[in-house]
Every structure is written in C-alpha cells, then in structure tokens.
C-alpha cells in the first residue's frame, strides 16, 4: 500500500490575509508535520506591502525553518489594466475573476514584475521556489 501523504497550497498570502489564514494553519500544525507552500503577494492590493510588516515576515521566516516554501504569487494580485474589449477578455477578467494580475500584461510588464518580486524575494534572502500567477492566469 502506498504511504500517505499531504501538503498544503495557501494562495494569496499577505499581511491583511493572515487573520484569516492563522486558526486555520493552527489546526493544520496541530496534525502532524503537514508541508505548506505559501504563495506569497508582497504588496495585497497595493495596500499592504510585505516589507512593512516585519512581524509577518518573520511569521514567514519560521515556516521557512521549518520546511515550509515561499512562492511568489505575483505583485499586487489585482487586475489594474483598462477594461476589457472582447466579450472573452470581460468574462475572463470580470466573471472567472478580477485578480489576474498577468493576464492583461505584456511581456515586458510581466518581466519587470517579475524582476521586482525576485528582488523582494532577494533583499528578505528567502529563496524563491517558484511563481504563480494569480488566478492562474497569463497573458
């Protein structure tokens, strides 16, 4: 018989979700040894930047110590391009969601966007185990 196993995606994580997030991982810790990956947004809406908010990062830190992985998980996880023109793109950017950041992004957009999160990533010196777009969507 196959051996069991579980691992645990929080997406969207931000200082201004982690209220949400917190009683939740609490049960979770509270299993076992459960690995999480965080897909982390450094700056929730342009509202909440990462780095103002030491206690949160490490609250990150910590899980990092303990196996856990940190994602990025785009800039500001909301979609600020103007409004959609095909009826595709409206239900893509206004029905399936209004968060997918890259979507609408060129590539040099995406690239700088990148660039900016990697040197986020860099200056906190956690290592980057990866992106995710939010909503999953690229343009």
């Known amino acids: 018989m196959a051996e069991r196993s579980l691992m645990l995606v929080l997406h969207d994580v931000a200082p201004e979700t982690w209220p949400d997030y917190r009683p939740f991982l609490q049960e979770v810790d509270a299993l076992g040894d459960v690995p999480v990956s965080w897909l982390v947004v450094p700056d929730f ?19 990092l110590a303990r196996g856990d992985e940190l994602v990025l998980h785009g800039c500001y996880h909301a979609d ?7 009826p595709r793109d409206w ?3 206004r029905i399936f969601t209004h968060e997918g950041e890259f979507y609408s992004l060129d590539e040099a957009e995406s690239a700088r966007r990148l660039q900016q ?4 990533f860099a200056r906190l010196q956690w290592p980057l185990h990866g992106f995710v777009a939010p909503a ?3 343009g």
């Open 45 to 63: 809406h342009r509202r909440n930047r990462l780095e103002d908010h030491p206690e949160f990062c490490c609250m990150l830190e910590g899980r």
């Open 80 to 86: 600020e391009a103007p409004p959609p023109r095909s």
């Open 91 to 93: 239900f893509m950017r």
């Open 117 to 120: 999160g990697i040197e986020l």
């Open 136 to 138: 999953w969507l690229l």
